[in-house]
């Protein structure tokens, strides 16, 4: 029997083939996800392995607070304990080092990617450094710097062009005297660097000549570096400062890497899973249909003494083998996925330049259960179906993949949608968790219910065709009503792909409505400055707005992010601080205060919005103990409860921060003026910004837009992931197309007997795609309007206040998923035309 | 035999000859037929299994291509048109009975009758229509799918379907080797009036002496030749006629 499935597996290569593409596609899309991750972990761990090679010990300060994002500011060590690491027993060499960020400019042009962050620091000649000089020499005068190799080739800058370099202070112009390389590679994972000689760093990027960031230290060999830290630690004698070990480094270094990697996996991998769930639809549908093509096959078999089980076994042992073996060309087809991303990435400057896959068994492991578990699960209906066929079935013509649909269907699809209105109900009046079960049971309704979508729209298309393309639109139509349920499936699978697809679209479009009506309301600056890269995550020097302000065009708001520790039920969490100008932001901030307000505001209070003084039962008046990145308390007392989404929890007063290491930037700088936007205010504005050149002045319009526009980037990247699925789903069109036209092939036969021409013949396939193609896109539609209104009042309550439909982009992908369907009844409708009449109407 | 002459050629074939496979597995399946069908008369082809008769058919009705030699339908000749052009002129001057699966199973019964015309984009004379319709009595069966009807039924609304679009010529291929011999007479009884009354000519390849005596004269075919012609045949001497076969 098992030679006899595998026999039957050999003949009917074809169809498996392309079965298997839809589990080639979602293996491909899975393991490459995880060879592409991988080979970023791998290559960012052997650059800090590099990178450390020759340390073997870092002197830092222990204080620290982590950002909501994992990101960490840390405060500064005092300059002098260099002599005193030196002096420890073993140490060869103490270094200094600084560790910020700072912009470069050059002609205009900001160096570097927009994302990746902008690295300033020390260069420190030494063995131990990983940074070596390609061209050129290293600083060693306060206007010299030095720049890594990618981003001033990217910017087309040489050794003794004049850069301008922005960091917490006004920007200052430097001399490139060298371009280096970091341990070999011309860039650390996109990142970009500046150099300078160490005082021009300590001055320039903290402040002061007395501080520094860390101490590298290198050791004799003499002692092991546990007990070189451990005789560090006791020479300094502080507790402010710790000392750790090059493995403790490095070990802390790359597990950063892995955490914030493990995010990037995990969300594409839900996009790879998506793809596999759209495929599951195809790899059913394949079945069913093989299934019932070869009951009478099956029933002969059962006629001639085989059991059930056999016959149910052999279709499994068919799917077992669609699934191993498609999951197996899968993962390889996935390594050369993740291959040309990488090299398209580091193509255009993102990521390590020497990158050496890696490639790793679990990903494989984990990739071919996931797809062959999810292959043999779809060929368990059919396989139990077919092992249900009466051997009388070979005699007679009867048909075990009955067209019509049972009413077990119908209370199903009733349940599921009774269902997931009320769980998105329950959901969306607080009880979270309850709406992705509403949404689960959205896309169950979908599977039950479709096939009384096809129905109708096959049988409404019959007339409309008929008029359109004669007999072959009217068989277009009736070949889609054939089958309802296969029909239901294949517009299934798109109707998936599309749904997630506009769901993300109707979020992207309530997010930039939102963004539109919240800057509209709540600020009201004629003008907006912010930074030429708006994703780098490193603002404008907070210089800018003193200047603006000094400058007399009106009033100016610089707002700044921070994060600081404050005190929640006795203990200190890190909290993100809106950081604004409190004197200005009256004019500028136009939000609602239930109590106190921006007047009240100074350095010793805080605002809070009305959320979570509700949570946390705060009224004006109440002090909340906060530690600041030096260590020092400074309580503070609520002046002013608002009520806002858009301004996060907490505000407080720039001079909060004064005579703190808190490294603090502006995001951007808001500004109100008294006659508006007029060509003075303008020439006003752009002599103070033209100084710093990694600014950029806006129109309260032009900045609208723009922050409209990321949201467009980030939906750009989400609709390419999603394009695996959709594109799945077309070859689920492909195929269950194929299927039918070989089911058919009598029946073209002998309509191109009586007449019919090879160009009907392939419109009336053409249009039964089509057909399909318009089931899947009003499924789509529906379910992708009300996934995007449930995310949405889902997440009013953090801010997203307008739910609004995109319609352009709605119908450009109905459209697009039209022309797909066109396409995919390429190949199909040549086979049908090429039907054979003589083996059509042959009598045997 | 010389008054057949005078009567018009519905359609004809001048040494046909066809070959399947070549060198050692070479099959002639035609061995130089040459034939004409008159017009408005029942022809009927017959012969043992493997004789050609089928071949001949497929030939004649621009299903199958020949080696060499020639098939023609009215003054075409079939070999100087391509394939849309061959498939038009089945549309409009050939009608077709086959033996099984004669109907597009998602077509209604009147769609299916009226299949040529609509392929062909034209109403077709309604009123012929309805005298074929009529005639084979399937009045109230029209709005039926194929699989509401019974195989007799499937025939007559397939013979309709054949003579709707009023063709030169009508193919039927043992069209009532799948019915029992009441329900195959019908059919013969109606293919017979449609020759007599309606003036179509048909050509029905068949190996039952009894569905050969429907028609007006009887051509058989032997190792891809013909070999003999009869007029006006009984079923006896049809049989007489295969019996010699064997020897």
Known sequence: MLRLSLRNIWSRKGRLVLTAIAVIAGAAFLNGVFVFTDTIKGSFNMMFATAYENTNAIVRSANVIEGQFGEEARDHIPASIVETVAAVEGVTEANGDVTATAVATFEGTTLGQDGPPKFAGAWIESEGSPWSIAEGEFPDAPDEVVLDRASSRAAGVKVGDVVTVASRQQPRDFTVVGIATFAGSDTTGGASWTLFELSTAQEFLLGSTDLLDTVIVRSDGSVTDDELALQIDEALNDTEIETLTKDEIVDESQSAVAESLGFITIFLSIFALIAMFVGSFIIYNVFSISAAQRQRENALLRAIGASRAQVTRSMFVEALVVGVGGSAIGCVAGVGLAATILQVLSAVGFGPSDMSLMVNASGFVITLVIGSVVTVLCAVAPAIRSGRVPPLAALRDVSIDRADVSRARKVIGAVSVALAVAMVAWGLAGQTLALGGGVVFLFLSLIALGPFIATPVARAAGPVLGRLRGAAGTMAARNAARNPKRTALTAGALAVGLALLIGVAVLGASAKATTRSVIGDAFQSDYIVSPQQSNGGIGLPPTLAGELRTAGVGSVLGMGASAVLMEEKGEFTSKQVLVVDAADAAAVLQIEFVDGGFADLDGSGLLVSLDKSTRDGLAVGDVIETRLLDGGNRPLEVRGIFDSDVLGNLIVDRSLFDGSSTPLFDLGVFIKTDSGVTDENTAAITSVVDAYPSAKVQSREAYIDEQSKQIDGFLNFIYALLGMSIFIAVIGIVITLLLAVYERRRELGLLRAVGTTRRQVRSSVLWESLVTAVVGVIMGVFLGVSLGWIIVKALEDEGLSEFSLPGSTIVTAALMSLVFAAVASFVPARRAAKADILEAIATT | ?247
């Open chain 2, 1 to 247: 035999m010389s008054d057949a002459q005078q009567v018009v050629a519905a359609a004809g074939a001048v040494d046909a000859v066809k070959v399947y496979g070549k060198g050692d597995s070479e099959v002639r399946a035609l061995d130089g037929v040459t034939v004409d069908i008159e017009a408005g008369r029942f022809t009927a082809i017959m012969g043992p299994s493997g004789s050609g008769k089928s071949t001949l058919m497929h030939c004649m009705a621009g299903l199958d291509s020949l080696t060499s030699g020639s098939v023609s339908i009215g003054d075409t000749r079939l070999d100087s048109l391509n394939d849309r052009q061959l498939t038009e002129l089945r549309r409009t001057d050939v009608g077709f009975v086959f033996q099984a699966y004669n109907l597009v199973p998602t077509l209604t019964a009147l769609e299916n009758i009226t299949l040529p015309l609509l392929l062909g984009g034209t109403k077709g004379d309604q009123q012929w229509i309805d005298t074929v319709i009529d005639t084979v009595g399937l009045r109230s069966r029209l709005e039926h799918r194929p699989s509401e009807l019974s195989g007799g039924q499937q025939q007559r609304v397939a013979v309709a379907r054949a003579l709707a679009s009023r063709p030169r010529i009508i193919f039927a291929d043992e069209p009532t080797g799948n019915l029992d011999s009441r329900t195959g007479a019908e059919i013969l009884t109606f293919m017979r009036r449609a020759v007599k009354e309606l003036g179509q000519t048909i050509v029905m390849v068949t190996h039952d002496p009894v569905a050969a005596s429907y028609a007006d004269r009887v051509i058989f075919l032997g190792d891809g030749r013909i070999v003999d012609r009869m007029d006006d045949p009984t079923a006896e001497r049809v049989l007489d006629r295969m019996k010699r076969f064997g020897e």
